[in-house]
């Protein structure tokens, strides 16, 4: 919505209205971001406090679970691309 009436020229101001998010995604999404500065923070107790957000990345992407997850897709990308015809 713009401001200003109808026989106005309109500011240049401009508002966004998001619709209401579902109730599950209400449910969820505190949960996973609770996980996620969890997981930040055991990282940082552990390492120490990050000079940049490029250490803050390494340090984040030597968790294990990730390691584990980011193997099984390498390992899915590799089949993928061993059967595709060249």
């Known amino acids: 919505m713009a401001c ?4 106005e020229d309109p500011c240049e ?8 998010m579902c109730e599950r ?5 505190p949960g996973l971001l609770r996980r996620i500065n ?4 055991e990282v940082l107790k552990a390492y120490g406090r990050p ?3 490029k250490d803050t990345a390494v340090l ?4 294990p679970v990730m390691e ?3 193997a099984a ?3 899915k990308s590799a089949y993928y691309y061993s059967k595709q015809k060249v």
Do not use: H
């Open 60 to 63: 984040l992407s030597s968790d």
């Open 25 to 29: 995604a209400v449910q969820v999404i």
């Open 38 to 41: 969890g997981n930040a923070e």
């Open 73 to 75: 897709l390498t390992e």
């Open 13 to 20: 101001y401009f508002f966004w209205i998001d619709p209401p």
């Open 51 to 53: 000079r940049s957000q």
């Open 68 to 70: 584990k997850e980011q």
């Open 4 to 7: 200003g009436a109808e026989n």
